[in-house]
């Protein structure tokens, strides 16, 4: 393989790095690529550790990428799921107000759904509440009725399978991180953890990781990548008849979390989450886990601490929901009252990459770089699973122009 130059890498196997690869290879059937992931599965980090919602494109300014990525990406992600049979089902959500302050942000959220074009959207009074969830207490709400949910790993995993199926001379790696780049005139030799892959242009789909492979590019990259773990509980068997689809609540503005909610997933399960704590390590799913890396670089950098201090009390909060299961049902009490301590139970967790500037405002749109040789994805916030396909044929064809002149 170390002989091989491949007109394209790409670097990161999560659902973008699959959509990139899917696309790009449906579109260049003659171009031989190979996709390089460090860990032993595809989809093993942001995508596979998420929620598993199809985002309808509610919450997003209007205008921007990620509003138009994730309407546009919804409806592809959707035909892809029925077209390779992808466990996925549209089955809705309520958006739920429970105290009369909520309901301005209630009202722009349907303002800002309506100029996105969510389709079927209504608001909803107490009794409709009721309805749709009889469990919830709210005194408003809005019906999302395009949300779903679906199974983001076996999505990706048929997307890398479909663009394989196009060229049998493009290539999968597993096991493999880049841990540095060299850069030369006809191609660029990635080095991995035990071989070396060479190819005339280089696509990061990078992830947690996707600041430090732009440095390693060569990008002069103000921003930096900082991980805040979310931990989920999910409901006993006892209390499961409590939550049929999704339950949101109206999210605080003044903070880039969407809230803890209930999101019953493909297999069955409810899960209630997440909440939003800063993680000592970049991919660490365990509450005590702990990197000397990823925390000597984040706790150096301005950005993470103007970041803590701007939000002291709601950062506070989180970390002691974190380590108690009272806090967090009170929290989930809150849209359902009769939940109990035995309606739950610990569950998993996932880490959110967020690009913080130095400022320590958080890059909330999505952010991709072109160079000469290579593409960079800085940032893919939620809901980059839901657009992945839209991003992916974005690249793609920024690929053609920039790097084949088509």
């Known amino acids: 393989m170390e002989n091989t130059i491949y007109d394209v890498a790409i670097v990161g196997g999560g659902i973008v790095g699959a959509a990139t690869f899917y696309k790009l290879q449906k579109r260049n059937p003659e171009l031989n690529i190979i996709l390089i992931e460090k860990e032993k599965h595809f989809a093993d980090h942001q995508t596979g550790n998420n929620s598993g919602v199809i985002h309808s494109g509610l919450y997003y300014k209007p205008g921007s990428l990620k509003a138009e990525n994730c309407v546009k990406g919804r409806h592809e992600l959707v035909e892809f799921a029925k077209a390779n049979n992808v466990p996925h089902d549209i089955c809705g959500k309520v958006v739920v107000a429970t105290k009369k302050e909520e309901l301005p942000y209630l009202d722009k959220i349907f303002?800002?759904?309506?100029?996105?074009?969510?389709?079927?959207?209504?608001?909803?009074n107490a009794k409709q509440i009721k309805e749709h969830e009889p469990f919830v207490e709210g005194i408003a709400g809005i019906l999302v009725p395009c949300t779903g949910i679906i199974d983001y790993r076996d999505a990706t995993e048929k997307m890398i399978?479909?663009?394989?199926a196009v060229n049998s001379n493009s290539k999968t790696v597993l096991g493999e991180e880049v841990l540095d780049i060299e850069n030369g005139d006809a191609y660029s030799t990635l080095i991995g953890t035990s071989q070396k892959f060479k190819a005339k242009h280089l696509i990061f789909c990078a992830g947690l990781q996707a600041d430090r492979l732009a440095r390693k590019d060569g990008l002069d990259l103000k921003e930096q990548v900082v991980g805040f773990r979310g931990d989920y509980y999910e409901l006993t068997e006892q209390g499961k008849h409590k939550v049929k689809n999704l339950i949101y609540p109206v999210p605080n503005p003044d903070f880039p979390f969407l809230g803890v909610h209930f999101t019953r997933m493909t297999n069955g399960e409810i899960e209630c989450g997440p909440n939003a704590v800063f993680t000592f390590k970049r991919e660490g799913y365990n509450k005590?886990?702990?990197?000397?890396?990823?925390?000597?670089?984040?706790?150096?950098?301005?950005?993470?601490w103007k970041l803590f201090f701007k939000n002291m009390q709601f950062g506070i909060n989180e970390y002691r929901r974190a380590f108690s299961k009272k806090l967090f049902l009170k929290t989930l009490q809150a849209l359902i009252p009769s939940l109990t301590m035995d309606d739950i139970k610990p569950g998993r967790s996932g880490v959110r990459a967020l690009l913080l500037s130095q400022d320590g405002d958080t890059r909330d749109d999505f952010r991709i770089e072109y160079r000469n040789h290579s593409i960079h994805v800085l940032n893919a916030p939620s809901p980059a699973a839901t657009a992945a396909l839209a991003i992916g044929g974005q690249i793609?064809?920024?690929a053609e122009k920039h790097f084949f002149n088509k």
Do not use: C, S
């Open 111 to 124: 303002n800002i759904g309506l100029a996105n074009k969510i389709e079927g959207i209504e608001k909803i």
């Open 396 to 398: 793609a064809e920024k």
């Open 161 to 164: 399978a479909n663009a394989l």
């Open 288 to 304: 005590l886990d702990f990197n000397f890396k990823d925390t000597f670089d984040a706790l150096t950098y301005k950005g993470t």
